[in-house]
């Protein structure tokens, strides 16, 4: 069954600081990946996601996450952080049976970023 | 376009109170999403449709929960009677298809007293 796994439920890093949120996912077919964020008091946003193609995704925002198969890994990285990046953000894996489809999102991880 | 909409954006009712909460999805979008986002469980998928259908509603928590898409352009999600567990914000979106990008709407956020 598919799933997603983000690792560290609170990351700080200071402003300029590279950005590394972790996800890893497990899959029995080809996962489409995602990345969303939800700043305070709104919906989530998608960020980016992974289809198939190239393993690297740019997303909105400066971010990117590469897709490794072998690692059944999806991080979520950004060289330099802003104090706008200050939100929470969610990994999922979209779940495939039969005809049917659904996103199973992961946790979660609040970053917050230091002056 | 003016993207998901949902209402109202804030409820307060009494225990044992009927609730219901609306969501018009983007226009041409075939799939509809029902989610409840707590701290203690976080972001939990309860019903959704495609083409108007359900077609899982594994996520629902209890036969308090009922869920309708009459039409394309509108869905509610009902609770009946509530509960202070049932606390939450309620966040709905749509997609093209099932398995596209997911829009959310920016939540309703309920409080059962």
């Known amino acids: 069954a598919q799933s997603v796994t983000q690792l560290g439920s609170h990351v700080s890093v200071s402003e300029g600081a590279l950005v590394l949120l972790r996800c890893n996912y497990s899959?029995?077919?080809?996962?489409?990946l995602f990345w969303y964020v939800q700043y305070p008091n709104q919906g989530l946003q998608l960020l980016l996601k992974?289809?198939?193609?190239?393993?690297l995704v740019k997303g909105i925002n400066g971010f990117e996450a590469e897709f490794k198969k072998s690692e059944t890994s999806f991080h979520l990285t950004k060289p330099s952080a802003h104090m706008s990046d200050a939100a929470e953000y969610f990994c999922?894996?979209?779940?495939?049976?039969?005809?049917?489809?659904?996103?199973?999102f992961g946790s979660g991880t609040r970053l917050s970023i230091r002056p | 376009d003016a993207g998901v909409i949902q209402s109202p954006r804030h409820e307060v009712t009494e225990m044992g109170q009927e609730v219901t909460l609306r969501c018009k999805p983007i226009?041409?979008?075939?799939?509809l999403f029902w989610y409840r986002q707590t701290m203690m469980r976080g972001l939990e998928l309860l019903i959704y449709?495609?083409?108007?259908?359900?077609?899982?509603d594994s996520g629902m928590p209890e036969d308090r929960f009922s869920a309708k898409m009459p039409n394309a352009s509108f869905s509610t999600l009902k609770i009946q009677p509530s509960e202070p567990r049932d606390s939450a914000v309620y966040f709905c979106?749509?997609?093209?298809?099932?398995?596209?990008?997911?829009?959310f709407g920016p939540g309703t956020r309920l409080l059962v007293l």
């Open positions: 999922a894996v979209n779940k495939t049976y039969s005809s049917a489809s659904k996103i199973i």
């Open positions: 226009s041409g979008h075939n799939s």
């Open positions: 449709f495609n083409n108007n259908v359900p077609i899982d």
């Open positions: 992974y289809t198939t193609g190239a393993t």
């Open positions: 979106a749509s997609s093209p298809g099932l398995k596209e990008t997911q829009y």
């Open positions: 899959s029995s077919v080809p996962p489409y």
